[in-house]
């Protein structure tokens, strides 16, 4: 459930249900559960940034839109950062393998040393398969 919000800044628990129309009680039981993790003021007030407020919107959509009970949605958000993770792992090593490919084909003066697994041997060889005669019954 999309709502406004100001540009950049914190929110009081306060604003924050009353913009999504949830109790405060529920943010707390959020950030009890660890679904939420609002940051602190030197008051010890929760301040929710933009960030916070993508996370309880999509926390709303999953228990409201999809009844998705606390313990599903905690697997379902741990199971997303974990997936975050795992790609940009990925996108580091196909940075990583274009990298090397752009420095290995600058390099293609020695064509032998310049491969990324050097060849010891022919690759192939041919092999020719000669197909035995079919005999009839």
């Known amino acids: 459930m999309p709502t406004k919000r100001k540009s950049k800044g914190a929110y009081m628990i306060s604003a924050v249900a009353e913009?999504?129309?949830?109790?405060?009680?529920?943010l707390r039981l959020y950030e009890r559960e660890g679904l939420l993790k609002p940051s602190r003021s030197d008051g010890n007030t929760r301040?929710?940034?933009?960030?916070?407020?993508?996370r309880l919107e999509f926390i709303l959509n999953l228990a409201r839109?999809?009844?998705?009970?606390?313990?599903?949605?905690?697997?379902?958000?741990q199971m997303r950062e974990r997936m975050?993770?795992?790609?940009?792992q990925m996108q580091g090593f196909v940075d990583y393998v274009r990298s090397e490919m752009v420095s290995r084909m600058q390099g293609m003066n020695?064509?032998?040393a310049s491969?990324?697994?050097?060849?010891?041997?022919?690759?192939?060889?041919?092999v020719v398969v000669i197909p035995k005669p079919r005999t009839k019954r």
């Open 115 to 126: 491969a990324m697994v050097p060849l010891r041997r022919p690759a192939v060889r041919p």
């Open 84 to 88: 975050e993770e795992m790609n940009r």
């Open 19 to 26: 913009m999504y129309g949830i109790h405060p009680q529920t």
């Open 65 to 77: 839109d999809l009844g998705v009970n606390i313990a599903g949605i905690a697997i379902i958000l």
């Open 47 to 54: 301040m929710y940034t933009d960030e916070d407020l993508e």
């Open 110 to 112: 020695q064509p032998a």
